[in-house]
């Protein structure tokens, strides 16, 4: 039986394709019993999902996936159980949205330099929402410029490839002591993503600890049997709580949907011990 935690999801105030609404709807349905939204540099939909939990008595934590930049790597960091209202968290927050505004015109002006015109496509942000890569993804394959996400990265997304405009996010002990600041606890997320050596690796996870990091998503979607191992070795050998997160961005990722993911092994300290279920 999986746990029924699910602490690592997006909706449409990121790059996810659902409303929060339908989000908790659809965790509901799963299975799903304690779910965070946990989008992408906002808090946005934080309010709506919590309301829409609280009428399925479902528990809720709010959430949020923070960038990171580390070494020159982007490094993901998600804060949960933080206090939305916290301006130290929200005005970080909103510099990073602003980063990310900046980003996409310097994106949308390299797609145009190739005879590229996906301007139209992309839709407008409120201040409050999160432009990403994905959404350029999304407007390329509409477009027909890729067949499908995974195709658009590759060819115009990635480091090198020319849609890629390179951004410094929140340097790591920033986004840690924001989310701390907020009461909430930072977990460093989907470890096997950042295809680091071993010891740049350790490194990452020292420093990690160091600035305040507390636990380490160790069962994450996509992630293979060896990796969540692995996780799970460096969850103990760091003392870190384990967390258990999809990354769900919409169900047309039917590979990775909602109430999907295997148990936390047993020996781990659990996140959510922090909330006291
Ligand atoms: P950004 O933070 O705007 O640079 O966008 C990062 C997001 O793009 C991630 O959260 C993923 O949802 C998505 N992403 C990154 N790499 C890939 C990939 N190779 N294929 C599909 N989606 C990706
Ligand atoms: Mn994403
Ligand atoms: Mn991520
Ligand atoms: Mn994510």
């Known amino acids: 039986m999986p746990d029924g935690y699910d602490l690592h999801t997006h909706s449409q105030r990121s790059d996810g394709t659902l409303s929060p609404h339908e989000l908790v709807n659809r965790a509901a349905e799963r299975g799903i019993h304690c779910l965070s939204l946990t989008d992408h540099d906002t808090l946005a939909g934080v309010g709506e999902a ?21 070494n020159d790597r982007t490094v993901h960091v998600l804060g949960l159980g933080v206090r939305t209202d916290d301006p130290g968290l929200t005005g970080g927050l909103e510099d990073l949205r602003r980063r990310r505004a900046d980003r996409a015109v310097a994106m949308t002006r390299a ?5 590229i015109d996906i301007e139209a496509a992309l839709g407008t942000w409120t201040g409050e929402t999160s432009p990403t890569r994905t959404h ?7 477009a027909g410029y890729a067949k499908d996400h995974k195709r658009a990265f590759k060819r115009f997304l990635r480091p090198g490839r020319p849609g890629y405009i390179k951004a410094t ?6 986004a840690i002591a924001w989310i701390r ?3 909430g606890i930072a977990v460093l997320a989907h470890p096997q993503h950042y295809a680091l050596t071993r010891t ?6 020292g420093e990690f ?8 998503e160790v069962v994450t979607g996509n992630a293979s049997a060896a990796q969540i191992r692995d996780n799970a ?6 003392g870190l709580a384990a967390s258990v997160g999809s990354d769900f961005h919409g169900p047309a990722q039917h590979w990775n949907d909602l109430g999907r993911l295997p148990c936390l092994p047993r020996d781990l300290v659990p996140v959510w011990q922090h909330w006291n279920h």
Do not use: H
């Open 233 to 238: 070795a460096c969850a103990r050998r760091y």
């Open 200 to 205: 740049r690796r350790e490194r990452l996870l």
């Open 209 to 216: 600890c160091a600035a305040g990091g507390g636990g380490i």
């Open 136 to 142: 350029f993804a999304r407007a390329l394959v509409r």
């Open 169 to 174: 996010w929140a340097p790591l002990p920033d």
């Open 50 to 70: 919590a309301n829409r939990a609280r009428k399925l008595a479902m528990s809720f934590i709010p959430g949020v996936e923070i960038s990171t930049s580390w």
């Open 111 to 115: 797609f145009a330099a190739q005879g």
């Open 181 to 183: 600041a907020a009461g």
